[in-house]
């Protein structure tokens, strides 16, 4: 049989921690086949991004068209779009795909949204434009946005705690809060709310480490293949939450880089 496909739309990362290395590798530990889309290249290791190259918008379309007319995509993960065109051509082929495009399937993929504003390091990856093509393109037409805090509050446009930013954030889409202190033990609770839903907790155990650089991405691409392999949401959620937890136990104790470490993308658990 085939594996199932999922398609990543996002930036490289020259460190090999985040982006597009983070996604192709979540894909193949979890037994799906990874196409990508590259929307920026980076240059970028784990002390921060110091230089930003978005792909020409024709080039983003060109890559779109080449994925979707050859392979029967089963979920899309969209990382760093980096810009409001960008944002906007991917939710208008999202709308295409569920009207007329979907020659080689009779389903429509799962739209998983990663909304990337702001790296780890503190470096800024989509500004004010961004953020309001998110919510008025690509959140509308999602089928679940997966931002952390930060992400949560910038796109809500007020503070608050992460179950009633998620409540807030689902008028369209499911939206998972993720949440979780690197330096603290015991569990972290995401908050998954669907529209015309209570939020609801899902707990996984912390792990205490500052190799986490690359947590994000790779969260929402185990979330992304999980639906590929047809789970229903909220297992989905916990699946993907397994896996993160797994890998940054894998790479605990690493001292990869000069600043917040590489989360794993290998499969040793020692």
């Keep these: 049989m085939n594996p199932p496909v999922a398609l990543t739309i996002a930036g490289t990362d020259s460190g090999g921690a985040a982006g597009t290395a983070a996604d192709l590798a979540t894909f193949a530990a979890l037994g799906v086949h990874g196409a990508c889309v590259i929307t920026a290249v980076t240059a970028q290791d ?45 939710a208008e082929r999202v709308v295409k795909l569920r009207v007329t495009y979907r020659p080689l399937s009779t389903s429509q993929p799962a739209i998983v ?23 008025d393109h690509l959140l509308p037409v999602a089928t679940v946005v997966t931002p952390n805090l930060d992400e949560a509050r910038a796109l809500a446009g007020h503070d608050g705690p992460p179950e009633a930013l998620a409540a807030a954030l689902a008028t369209d889409a499911a939206v998972i809060v993720t949440g979780g202190d690197p330096e603290a033990t015991g569990t972290c609770t995401d908050w998954l709310a669907e529209p015309g839903r209570p939020p609801i ?24 293949a999980h639906l590929a392999h047809g789970a229903p949401l909220h297992k989905a959620a916990e699946q993907a939450a397994a896996y993160v937890t797994r890998q940054l136990r894998t790479s605990q104790t690493w001292t990869l880089g000069r600043g917040r470490g590489p989360i794993a993308h290998t499969q040793e658990n020692r």
């Design 46 to 90: 784990t002390t921060g991004v110091s230089d930003i190259h978005p792909v020409p918008l024709a080039t983003i379309e060109a890559q779109l068209d080449a994925v979707f007319d050859d392979l029967p995509v089963a979920a899309v993960k969209t990382g760093m779009l980096g810009t409001a065109a960008a944002v906007k051509a991917f």
């Design 113 to 135: 949204v990663d909304p990337v504003l702001v790296a780890t390091s503190g470096a800024v990856l989509g500004g004010e434009d961004v953020r309001r093509a998110y919510l």
């Design 201 to 224: 907790p899902l707990t996984h155990p912390a792990v205490p480490t500052t190799n986490d650089h690359g947590t994000g991405c790779i969260y929402s691409s185990a979330l992304a």
